[in-house]
């Protein structure tokens, strides 16, 4: 079955195991663990219960935090690849000073308009990750987002 196809009024992605199973979960563990703790009538066993309910927010969190850092450096290792064979010399040496949220909402664009996108972030015409993201005409999907 395809995939439909991907623009940017559909293009954030949601993922279930974490967003409806996994910090849910932890969120309800640690408030569990909190009215335990208000109940034990042990300074100790409460200070327990809290510790693992927060080290359970705190692991799933951590989790997802890592993911989205790993991407976000393979994405910027991805278009400056993708920046120095596209854009002409002058304009790569400028692409320098993007930004790692500019750059992220640049690889929608399509390498045609790829310069032209560069150009107005660099002017300042388009400063915020929407409005570049809004810039792209022809919208390369990205299936892959964690």
């Known amino acids: 079955m395809a ?14 195991l974490w967003h409806y199973v996994a910090f849910p979960a932890a969120t309800v563990f640690l408030t569990y663990a909190i ?5 034990s009538g042990s300074i100790v066993r409460g200070a327990m ?3 693992f309910g927060a ?3 705190a ?12 991407q976000n450096r393979i994405i910027r ?7 120095k064979e596209v854009l002409p010399a002058p304009l790569t040496e400028r692409a320098k ?13 399509s390498d045609a308009e790829l310069p032209g996108l560069v150009e107005r972030v660099l002017k300042g015409e388009l ?20």
């Open 35 to 39: 009215s335990m703790a208000a109940r």
């Open 97 to 109: 000073a993007l930004t790692l949220g500019q750059m992220i909402a640049l690889r929608f664009a």
């Open 49 to 51: 219960f809290v510790l």
């Open 59 to 70: 692991t799933v969190w951590a989790s997802r935090t890592m993911a989205l850092t790993l």
């Open 55 to 57: 080290g359970a927010v």
């Open 77 to 83: 290792l991805e278009m400056q690849l993708r920046l």
């Open 3 to 16: 995939k439909t196809p991907q623009t940017y009024s559909n293009h954030a992605m949601m993922q279930p």
């Open 127 to 146: 400063t915020s990750r929407k409005e570049i993201k809004q810039a792209v005409k022809d919208w390369q999907a990205d299936y892959l987002r964690a």
